[in-house]
């Protein structure tokens, strides 16, 4: 079975080099998105891997319970303290957030949110309630639209220490949250560009994993419709041929069921056998 990457950045291409030798293992996802576009879980999903989603936005969460089947999948927010918070949501795309700050960044770029009262859950009781207790916890990612800190905050590293712990936050040269994660006892590995992966300091021989970005050499696919596959405008002009072929197709096969059904088409099979039997 090929390796396919389903990940914007190629960060389930990193977790594999990292983990295929340790699996099937536990993660959990927060701010899990769509269980399959742009998802840096479904790959491990697929090869036996089990974990938690959380995704606060409703279709996300009802379509993560759907394709995920054997995960826990949660309809919260995860936050520094328990309780309820203004959740600015944008359904068609993964920009909701709990930060005004990140609200007012994405409105002035033009993002329409509806905002909503959501559910608020510490990480580490979530950790408490549903990671199974003698099984490894390998992967921990937090990708919250500007709300990591307090996700960071709510977390028991000394109790649930996850191998891998990969935060978004594109661009920024070192994220306000650091100092948090690396006094937990998690040491700096690698940055894409978009997150920022540490590692457990229990773990030092896994950091040859982060030496070099994916490469060809990690023989993996792209899946079908990837944005980094090549050519999208050729493969969308495919699709609309084919679809425009099947319609034309359905097209004359109901013209022809409907001629064969006339009584002139019968009255015409009917001579055409009554010629044959003359010529015989």
């Given at each position: 079975m090929p390796f396919i990457?389903?990940?914007?950045?190629?960060?389930?291409?990193?977790?594999?080099?990292?983990?295929?030798?340790?699996?099937?293992?536990?993660?959990?996802?927060?701010?899990?998105?769509?269980?399959?576009?742009?998802?840096?879980?479904?790959?491990l999903y697929e090869r036996g891997w089990r974990g938690i989603n959380i995704e606060p936005v409703e279709h996300y969460y009802q379509a993560l319970c759907a394709e995920r089947p054997e995960d826990v999948t949660l309809?919260?927010?995860?936050?520094?303290?328990?309780?309820?918070?203004?959740?600015y949501e944008d359904r068609n795309t993964g920009l909701s957030t709990l930060s005004e700050e990140m609200r007012d960044i994405q409105q002035a770029a033009g993002i329409q949110f509806t905002p909503r009262t959501v559910r608020v859950s510490r990480l580490d009781a979530i950790c408490e309630q549903y990671l199974p207790p003698s099984e490894p916890f390998h992967f921990l990612k937090i990708d919250v639209e500007g709300f990591e800190e307090q996700v960071l905050r709510g977390m028991d590293f000394a109790r649930f220490r996850p191998w891998l712990v990969m935060l978004e936050s594109p661009f920024i040269k070192r994220p306000a949250w650091e100092s948090l994660i690396l006094e937990a006892g998690y040491q700096y590995a690698y940055c894409d560009g978009i997150n920022w992966y540490y590692l457990a300091q229990e773990?030092?021989?896994?950091?040859?994993?982060?030496?070099?970005?994916?490469?060809?050499?990690?023989?993996?696919?792209?899946?079908?419709?990837?944005?980094?596959?090549?050519?999208?405008?050729?493969?969308?002009?495919?699709?609309?041929?084919?679809?425009?072929?099947?319609?034309?197709a359905d097209e004359a096969e109901a013209q022809l069921a409907t001629m064969h059904s006339s009584r002139s088409w019968k009255l015409l099979h009917a001579l055409a056998g009554i010629k044959r039997r003359l010529f015989r």
């Open positions: 990457s389903y990940a914007q950045n190629f960060e389930d291409v990193i977790l594999w080099r990292v983990f295929k030798l340790f699996g099937p293992g536990r993660y959990i996802d927060v701010g899990a998105n769509h269980p399959t576009h742009d998802s840096v879980t479904k790959s309809c919260v927010a995860v936050g520094e303290a328990q309780g309820e918070l203004t959740f773990h030092p021989e896994l950091i040859p994993c982060f030496s070099i970005p994916p490469n060809i050499l990690d023989e993996f696919q792209l899946c079908h419709g990837h944005p980094l596959s090549y050519p999208i405008e050729a493969d969308q002009q495919l699709k609309m041929a084919l679809a425009d072929a099947m319609r034309r």
